[in-house]
Every structure is written in C-alpha cells, then in structure tokens.
C-alpha cells in the first residue's frame, strides 16, 4: 500500500499547503469531485474518508479505491491540465480544503514536488487496477467485504468501528453486484454481530476482521 500525500512531501510542506485554502465540511454522500468535470482546484482532504469510482457509458459504477485524511484528490488532473477522469464522494463527514488550481500549481512548481506526485499517482492507478480485477474476479461476499475494509482502514474513527453512510443500492453499485445480492452478504454477518444496519440505510461495521475472514472463506 504506497503512503498518503501527507508522508510523501513532508509534515512542514503538508501544513503550507493546507493554508493555501480555508476548511470547508462536507457532510457524507456529497460529491466532491465530478467525472467530466474541469480541474479547476485539488481537495486536500483533512478528515474523513471518499470514495473514488468511475462511471461507465451505461451510467454504471466502479469503485476504484477508498482515500482517507492526509490526502490529495484531484491533483493529477491539475497537472496535466485534463477533465476529472472519476467521481468522489464522501463516505462520512469530511473536512477539506478547496485549494485553486494555479495556487497549487505554483506551490508544486516552488518546491520541486512534481516527480514525486506524478509517481505518486502511478503507484495509485496500480492500486486501482488491482481493485477493479478483484471486482471483475471475486464473488459477491469477498468484493463488499474488501470495499468496507478499506472504508475502515481510510476512516477517520478511532473507536474501531465505522459508520458507511452509503445505502445497500449505493454499495451495490459500488462493486458491480445486485442490491439482492448485497443484502444477502450483509446477513449473515448482521446476525453475527459484526455490523448493524441503520435506519436510513447506513452499515455499522464492528469487526472488519471477521467480515474479511468470512468473506474468504466463503469463496
């Protein structure tokens, strides 16, 4: 798994960057970065977690990856001066800041951080391969199982649960599968007491480790 940006460029240039913009919060589910859209800023997320996804011509959804806080989103369509190749939306409340794109390329280009973020963003696009083959390759218990592990491990919770604010049709979406398909996976975990639903569609997950093992298992 490569390092957040906030390892990569250093504790003292990660606290400039961020005062190049005010915080903004963003509540879960928002959309904070749109496919198609212009690049005219870079998100460097504080707190919370995202979701990367890419949408296909049939309007269907891909998971990527999952980002948590010491990250930056957008910033390779900055670079290279293109659209937003994917969407993120916020998996829970998220504290960002909206950074302009010419003050961020400015502060790139006065510290000599262009290499590194460009391999940087090699390394994600790797990871992102490696997420979609998992999808294209694993059933459907293993895929909702590895998507709630990295919601988990980019969380900003510290108690050692978290709350997906992401409804059963949404997750569906997420990994390829039916919403059927999903509710049956989330079961038998539910009665096992590793996650809870909530009312308004959410999952409070309890122990990722059990869900993982199960979900291997089972294949």
């Not at 309007?59 to 670079?79: F, M, N, Q």
Request: hydrophobic residues 45%.
């Amino acid at each position: 798994m490569y390092q957040p940006h906030r390892a990569l460029i250093g504790e003292q240039l990660w606290i400039q960057m961020r005062a190049l913009a005010p915080d903004h919060l963003r509540p879960a589910r928002s959309v904070l970065l749109r496919q198609g859209d212009p690049a005219t800023h870079v998100i460097l997320l504080e707190s919370g977690s995202t979701l990367v996804t890419l949408s296909g011509s049939d309007g269907e959804r891909t998971l990527l990856a999952v980002r948590g806080p010491g990250e930056l989103l957008g910033e390779l369509a900055v670079l290279d001066e293109k659209p937003r190749s994917a969407t993120v939306i916020a998996a829970e409340s998220c504290r960002v800041h909206l950074i302009p794109a010419s003050d961020f390329l400015l502060f790139v280009e006065e510290h000599g951080l262009l290499a590194p973020l460009l391999r940087h963003a090699i390394t994600r696009v790797r990871e992102s391969e490696a997420v979609r083959l998992e999808f294209a390759t694993a059933d459907v218990p293993l895929r909702l199982a590895g998507a709630l592990g990295r919601l988990v491990r980019a969380g900003s919770q510290t108690s050692g649960e978290l709350i997906v604010r992401l409804t059963q049709a949404e997750l569906s979406q997420m990994i390829g599968a039916s919403r059927n398909a999903v509710g049956s996976a989330i079961k038998p975990w539910r009665e096992s007491g590793w996650l809870e639903t909530e009312a308004g569609g959410g999952l409070v997950i309890h122990d990722i480790q059990a869900i993982e093992q199960d979900a291997r298992h089972a294949t």
